[in-house]
């Protein structure tokens, strides 16, 4: 049946009169009837009776021929909706010191007979080392891309070399080098980035089957800024399956500490390769936790930036309002200096913000107001076998000595809470940008090819997300407001705050409203593997969390240990 979308318009003027003006459009042929209109009621908790739905029903079939419209035109994925997320509560007042990074002094390394024995060494140690040309980046750069041919398909850790690639900038590195032009303490260092990033030349495969063989013809601001800082790229790193778990098209991403465990995700080849001595360092992503949670399965440090941070041009997008860059890397204070090397605006991502970047090693635990998440901290958490209890035990007993040692530092740690909202609820926000940032993907059925097919993956969750109506996503974001207004008025009682990594809704809540947080190894389970303690910080404020955390790892040591996988 044909319905007319344009009623006849009279238009008037300079004495003539237009109408019988109408436009046709073909509808769609079934009429949505009263007892599908009452099915569909109970998908979204709401009852209206049949006079209620009998008005509804030409606004519904019109709704339905407007999704038919919609999803004839072409949106790219790294196109954004017309909305942008503000993370800055009222009266905010932005970081005022200027722009600044000063590293710690750089112990001095003498070089190995084996240079595979600097794997694991520090930016400023690898820098120092190339800027007094004892070791050339060509020489690091063989290393690792050695030690990631070796290790990789161990690790299942690695989508793409990029030997040539690599091979011609660290020769170039070299060549500036000599000459006496020296770009900072990234020049010359390799490092992985996850398989997000596109990368000019090279494909971009997201992880995923139905792009495993996809190239944009382009680098991401994040990849382009590293080159610009004479940073080496040795690999593509591995991700979940569009930025969810370790499961990738070619296996799942193993834990260095451990290879029968997966690393986590979704940063989770960003995770291994850095832990692992397969890279200096690498980049992550993360939306709900695929920073945090693989570095702390792999024992490595991450920064999630605050959102608007830095710019997300050329990565995949996940939900346009969430998505954050950072580094993985095997200090604190190593990701100072790549977060220094990548924030900032670049006129393409209109979410990013113009706010120095300011760092200091020094830093007086003494004048800090640190907050910690009691009740988080005292959480319980179900455990389904006995190696999950001895982890947990373990994670317990690290964090209450992490603490400890941080209150020997001089900190006074001050109990705090969170806002009490709904946070877990406002998961659906995530889950209905991810289905429309993928939406041609199940339209198509090619979200068949994705290798997890469970209720817990992003097929099933891309379907469910097209009954989120769109009211209760405006709610949603609206209640997101409130607890963006409510969380600033708790980090004004606090400088930073500590947190369990992986227990409580700090996490998911800190994502959704863009706050900075650095997490750090805080020591290991009987059975070798890794846990973390994670610092909350101020918006814009990475620089005091990364301080205090340099503090805490000079003090405790533990992100200098490193797995043995021979």
């Not at 790294?78 to 010191?97: D, G, K, S, T």
């Not at 490092?191 to 792009?211: E, I, N, Q």
């Not at 004479?230 to 930025?243: I, N, P, R, S």
């Amino acid at each position: 049946m044909s319905r007319l979308k344009w009623m006849v318009v009279p238009l008037i003027g300079a004495g003539c009169f237009l109408a019988g003006m109408a436009v046709q459009e073909l509808r769609s042929p079934e009429r949505i009837s009263d007892k599908a209109i009452a099915l569909a009621e109970k998908l979204i908790g709401l009852s209206f009776n049949s006079d209620q739905r009998r008005l509804m029903q030409e606004d519904l079939e019109d709704h339905l021929a407007n999704y038919q419209a919609i999803r004839q035109v072409d949106v790219p994925n790294h196109v954004p909706p017309a909305l942008f997320f503000n993370p800055i509560p009222p009266a905010y007042e932005f970081p005022r010191q200027a722009a600044k990074v000063e590293s710690s002094p750089t112990e001095k390394l003498e070089v190995p007979t084996r240079l595979e024995d600097l794997a694991f060494s520090s930016i400023g140690q690898l820098s120092l080392l190339i800027r007094t040309r004892q070791v050339t980046s060509e020489q690091l750069t063989r290393m690792y891309l050695d030690r990631l041919k070796r290790y990789g398909p161990k690790l299942e850790c690695v989508v793409t070399l990029t030997e040539e690639l690599a091979l011609q900038q660290a020769r170039q590195a070299d060549a500036e080098i000599a000459a006496g032009h020296i770009r900072g303490p990234l020049h010359g260092i390799p490092y992985g980035a996850k398989d997000l990033l596109s990368t000019k030349g090279v494909r971009t495969t997201w992880g995923s089957v139905p792009f495993q063989n996809q190239l944009i013809d382009a680098d991401a601001t994040v990849v382009r800024r590293l080159r610009e800082a004479g940073a080496v790229l040795v690999a593509k790193l591995t991700l979940g399956e569009l930025a969810w778990g370790d499961v990738w098209f070619g296996g799942m991403t193993r834990n260095p500490w451990n290879l029968k465990e997966g690393s986590s995700g979704s940063s989770a080849g960003s995770a291994a390769a850095t832990s692992a001595g397969l890279v200096a360092f690498a980049i992550g992503s993360e939306t709900w936790g695929s920073i945090v949670s693989p570095s702390t399965r792999c024992g490595v440090t991450g920064l999630r930036p605050t959102y608007g941070r830095v710019s997300r041009k050329g990565a995949m997008a996940l939900s346009w309002s969430m998505d954050k860059l950072g580094p993985i890397c095997r200090s604190a204070e190593d990701c100072a200096l790549v977060l220094d090397a990548i924030y900032g605006p670049d006129g393409q991502d209109q979410t990013v913000f113009d706010v120095p970047f300011h760092y200091t090693p020094r830093v007086n635990l003494r004048t800090l107001r640190i907050g910690y998440l009691q009740q988080d901290f005292l959480l319980e958490e179900a455990a389904e076998t006995p190696e999950e209890r001895e982890q947990q035990n373990a994670t317990r007993s690290n964090e209450e000595a992490a603490m400890a040692l941080l209150r020997s530092l001089g900190a006074e740690l001050i109990p705090l809470k969170l806002p009490a909202l709904p946070v877990a609820d406002l998961s659906l926000i995530l889950s209905a940008e991810a289905a429309a940032a993928f939406d041609q993907l199940t339209l198509s059925g090619r979200d068949a090819l994705l290798k997890r097919q469970v209720r817990r993956a992003w097929p099933n969750v891309f379907r469910a997300a097209r009954f989120i109506p769109a009211v209760e996503y405006i709610q949603a974001n609206r209640i997101r407001q409130l607890l963006v207004e409510r969380m600033g008025e708790v980090m004004r009682e606090v400088d930073l705050y500590l947190a369990p990594s992986d227990r409580g809704n700090h996490l998911l809540l800190t994502n959704l409203t863009g706050h900075p947080c650095v997490v750090v190894p805080a020591g290991f389970s009987s059975r070798g593997t890794p846990t973390s303690i994670t610092l909350v910080g101020k918006l814009f404020d990475e620089g005091t969390i990364l301080a205090v955390a340099r503090a805490y790892q000079e003090a405790s040591g533990f992100h200098l240990k490193h797995p043995s996988l021979d």
